[in-house]
């Protein structure tokens, strides 16, 4: 019988360890996909961030060759002068 229970505590240690073994794996797989989704989305933010900007230097230089000075392009855009004149220096 002292056997016997030996064998049953074992049998329960053993799938305790396999218990805990197969969630760890399943917390460590789903923190990887979670890792891999935050890293697309970041990814993808940063290149909605870029279009945007290329669109905001291309608006601002179409409406410099149009003749409207600097001040006059903040004021439209609702942008401080100060990143508009940056724009212009920056992208010729």
Known sequence: E???RKL???????????????DFRAFVEG??????SLRLA???K???EQEKARILRQAVRALQSAGF???VIAQKMGCPQEE???ILSAYP
């Not at 049953?8 to 197969?22: I, K, L, Q, R, Y």
């Not at 923190?31 to 891999?36: K, P, Q, T």
């Open 69 to 71: 000075p600097a001040e």
């Open 8 to 22: 049953e505590a074992e049998t329960e240690a053993g799938m305790f360890v396999s218990n805990f073994a197969a």
């Open 2 to 4: 002292e056997h016997l």
């Open 46 to 48: 940063s290149r909605a």
């Open 31 to 36: 923190y990887d996909a979670d890792m891999r």
């Open 84 to 86: 508009i004149e940056a």
């Open 42 to 44: 970041r990814e993808e």
